[in-house]
């Protein structure tokens, strides 16, 4: 399809696992964000990528969160040695503007990720 | 810093009902502001934006005109339909690219 795709779409892991999220953008769009969205709660920005350039990454909640686009097309979302407070839906959304707030994100169906 | 308020759900109402969902924001700028909608099992879409004060967005019978005097964005519909059950978000976009969101507004419509 045309759609932003993540991938898996669900994910269980152990406390103390690491986990690898990925998403597909759209074609062509350059911006890509990250968010994280706890249950009941709207997403919370985690990072920003403009072509494969973190340009933020303000709201990794700590250095066991990465992200990598390495390529300005796929991205990663990497979380190390999981915790419980990890538990949430990750999601992927991509725009096609750079600099122009204007411009609306599509996003993806998201990765729900349950720590044991 | 900037922040987005919206009514606390679950709002219930009936087939053609009236809808209005409250947003209010807090910026220092001039954002640009958007609602979202999740519907069941779905991934966030678009529903509407406006980009500059007393700009009016509208889609699928939802309106909500951006008001800097009142820094609101109240999301309305003159009649609902079942199909529009779902989680509705506010959300506004500043200058540095960062979308903020409130905590979402679920609604349900009963024929």
Known sequence: ?????????????????????????ISGH???FWYQQALGQGPEFLTYFQNEA?????????????????EGSVSTL?????????????????SLGARD????????????LSIL | GNSVTQMEGPVTLSEEAFLTINCT?????YPSLFW????????????LKATKADDKGSNKGFEATYRKETTSFHL???????????VYFCALSDRGFKTIFGAGTRLFVKA
């Not at chain 1, 973190?54 to 390495?70: N, T, V, Y």
């Not at chain 1, 040695?81 to 959304?93: F, G, I, K, N, P």
């Not at chain 1, 707030?101 to 729900?112: C, E, I, K, L, M």
Request: hydrophobic share 25%.
């Open chain 1, 30 to 32: 350059v911006s890509l």
């Open chain 1, 101 to 112: 707030s204007n411009q609306p994100q599509h996003f993806g169906d998201g990765t729900r």
């Open chain 1, 78 to 94: 990497k979380i190390q040695r999981t915790q419980q407070e990890d538990s949430a839906v990750y999601l992927c959304a991509s």
């Open chain 2, 36 to 47: 979202y909608v999740q519907y069941p099992g779905e991934g966030l879409q678009l529903l």
């Open chain 2, 76 to 86: 309305e519909k003159g009649s609902v339909q079942v199909s529009d059950s779902a």
């Open chain 1, 1 to 25: 399809g045309a759609g932003v795709s993540q991938s898996p779409r669900y994910k269980v892991a152990k406390r103390g696992q690491d986990v690898a999220l990925r998403c597909d953008p």
């Open chain 1, 54 to 70: 973190q340009l933020d990454k303000s709201g990794l909640p700590s250095d066991r969160f990465f992200a990598e686009r390495p």
């Open chain 2, 25 to 29: 924001y807090t910026a220092t700028g």
